[in-house]
């Protein structure tokens, strides 16, 4: 079956550094997601990409759905407290529809 | 407009029980996922309901069940309950936009199994 490798697993910065963290699939995809999901609560959508090469900034994050389509990346520049959670991304196929595929998850800690 | 909405929140079951697990969409979204997570699989596609009809499934035990009723509405059952159905069970509305399908999450209910 499909598989996304999301890395890295976790990281501890500073506040006001940035951020960047990536995935990549053993297969195509046609859409990527990013999500960020606070302890308790479910993901929240950050970021969707539908074309290959796409590049989307949403505030102070910005993605990008790889040229291959088996990639995507997440960038979040100027890191507040807040941005503290964890990162997931998320993919569909061209033979899954709508079901998502998941990262395992990349765990951003902010140090104030 | 509202988002994703799931009840109950928080359930506490034991082995062998049966438990249903609701979900509202967003309001116009027609189709309706569910996920398992799990500290050690994290998040699992269970199944897709779009129109009533079962749209796509996941790899789970048959066990795991849903329906959609005409208003979208969704429900997930588990029947026979495990130790290890205990989880953060979340649902999705999604609707096509033109370009593609976004799933928006609802809260999720954890389910703990005793």
């Known amino acids: 079956g499909q598989q996304l490798n999301q890395s890295p697993q976790s990281m501890f910065i500073q506040e006001g550094e940035d951020v960047s963290m990536n995935c990549t699939s053993s297969s195509i995809f046609n859409t990527w997601l990013w999500y960020k999901q606070d302890p308790g609560e479910g993901p929240v959508l950050l970021i969707a990409?539908?074309?290959?090469?796409e590049l989307t900034s949403n505030g102070r994050l910005t993605a990008q759905f790889g040229i291959t389509r088996k990639d995507s990346f997440l960038n979040i520049s100027a890191s507040i407290p807040s941005d503290v959670g964890i990162y997931f991304c998320a993919g569909s196929g061209e033979t899954s529809g709508s079901r998502l595929t998941f990262g395992e998850g990349t765990q951003l800690t902010v140090n104030p | 407009k509202a988002g994703v909405t799931q009840t109950p929140r928080y359930l506490i079951k034991t082995r062998g029980q049966q438990v249903t697990l609701s979900c509202s969409p967003i309001?116009?979204?027609?189709?309706v996922s569910w996920y398992q997570q799990t500290p050690g699989q994290g998040l699992q596609f269970l199944f897709e309901y779009f129109s009533e009809t079962q749209r796509n499934k996941g790899n789970f035990p048959g066990r795991f069940s849903g329906r959609q009723f005409s208003n979208s509405r969704s429900e997930m059952n588990v029947s026979t309950l495990e130790l290890g159905d205990s989880a953060l069970y979340l649902c999705?509305?999604?609707?096509?936009?033109?370009?593609?399908?976004?799933?928006?999450f609802g809260p999720g209910t954890r389910l703990l199994v005793l």
């Open positions: 990409l539908y074309k290959a090469g």
């Open positions: 999705a509305s999604s609707k096509w936009t033109g370009v593609g399908e976004t799933q928006y």
């Open positions: 309001s116009g979204h027609r189709s």
